[in-house]
T-cell receptor
Framework: GQNIDQPTEMTATEGAIVQINCTYQ??????LFWYQQHAGEAPTFLSY????GLEEKGRFSSFLSRSKGYSYLLLKELQMKDSASYLC?????FGTGTASKLTFGTGTRLQVTL | EAGVAQSPRYKIIEKRQSVAFWCNPI?????LYWYQQILGQGPKLLIQ????????DSQLPKDRFSAERLKGVDSTLKIQPAKLEDSAVYLC??????????????FGQGTRLTVV
């Protein structure tokens, strides 16, 4: 099985930088995803990491260390519209087959304030 | 490109009643997921299909929940009988088949179920 941990809540100021951490334990790691979910809406894809290192996409970056079972999502130049939940999801292969399943953490609720 | 379609958007039922949800994935997506999301929590995987076969249903309460994807396209999730703790948003997602690629899951708008 998997164990995915994220902080429950974070608060940051508009214009600032915030880092949301995610740690995981899995036996057949096959990729890590970050999703954004606004209240009452469906999750939307933000980023994907499968190799160690940093992936940058505009104001959002995501980092992965497979040896440490650790990822973070970095949000720069925070805007009020970034107030949302951020979900870390791990894809891992199970058994001896090639199928993978996608498991989500509990999410981190980010509140951006003035 | 059409997204993942789900219906109904909202459903209110009494406990012990039955309910069914429908999902039509993005065309060509072999993998289909049903997640349950209780308020304030992350999505919990109930069942995952690859074409019309079940990949994982380890967290599906099989005494009351069932799901099928008979032709490998659209899918239905049923709860019979419902309990109060089944109140949640039921999210359907789909993705291309390709475990070695960035095959992100695309989500539908979800069905918000309230059991009273």
């Amino acid at each position: 099985g998997q164990n995915i941990d994220q902080p429950t809540e974070m608060t940051a100021t508009e214009g600032a930088i915030v880092q949301i951490n995610c740690t995981y334990q899995t036996s057949g790691f096959n990729g890590l995803f970050w999703y954004q979910q606004h209240a009452g809406e469906a999750p939307t894809f933000l980023s994907y990491n499968v190799l160690d290192g940093l992936e940058e996409k505009g104001r959002f970056s995501s980092f992965l260390s497979r040896s440490k079972g650790y990822s973070y999502l970095l949000l720069k130049e925070l805007q009020m519209k970034d107030s949302a939940s951020y979900l870390c999801a791990v894809r891992d292969r199970f058994g001896t087959g090639t199928a993978s399943k996608l498991t989500f953490g509990t999410g981190t609720r980010l509140q951006v304030t003035l | 490109e059409a997204g993942v379609a789900q219906s109904p958007r909202y459903k209110i039922i009494e406990k012990r009643q039955s309910v069914a949800f429908w999902c039509n994935p993005i065309s060509g997506h072999a993998t289909l997921y049903w997640y349950q999301q209780i308020l304030g929590q992350g999505p919990k995987l109930l069942i995952q299909f690859q074409n019309n076969g079940v990949v994982d249903d380890s967290q599906l309460p099989k005494d009351r929940f069932s799901a099928e994807r008979l032709k490998g396209v659209d899918s239905t999730l049923k709860i019979q009988p419902a309990k109060l703790e089944d109140s949640a948003v039921y999210l359907c997602a789909s993705s291309l088949l390709g475990d070695s690629m960035n095959t992100e899951a695309f989500f539908g708008q979800g069905t918000r179920l309230t059991v009273v």
